[in-house]
């Protein structure tokens, strides 16, 4: 079956860092556009960053500079790297897959279960 499992989050002050991680199975993992999306409580979901199959990458403007989004194709993982945290950056993370239906397939559309990220003094 298809899984995407987060991983990484935590307790860090502003100023501090973390990586998150995505293991992701049951998918053609390297034919995939994977994204972080991000919510905090009371808020929408937000995407966060996106990385193509082919490794373009593009980020929400408050994380530009900050974050960097990264897939490891041999692995099936996909990693955010988080500098620099700001209180507002505190969130639950998720990870997606979409298929997007480029190569004549079934568009699938696959959500991890979030890791918790906390950043606060």
Do not use: H
Request: overall charge positive.
């Amino acid at each position: 079956q298809v899984q995407l499992v987060e991983s990484g989050g935590g307790l860090v002050q502003p100023g501090g860092s973390l990586r998150l991680s995505c293991a992701a199975s049951g998918f053609t993992f390297s034919s995939y556009v994977m994204s972080w999306y991000r919510q905090a409580p009371g808020k929408e979901r937000e995407l966060v960053a996106d990385i193509t199959p082919g490794g373009v990458t593009d980020y929400i403007d408050s994380a530009k500079g900050r974050f960097t989004i990264s897939r490891d194709n041999a692995k099936n993982t996909l990693y955010l790297q988080m500098n620099s945290l700001k209180p507002e950056d505190t969130a639950v993370y998720y990870c997606k897959a979409d298929g997007m239906g480029w190569w004549g397939t079934k568009r699938f559309v696959y959500w991890g279960q979030g890791t918790q990220v906390t950043v606060s003094s």
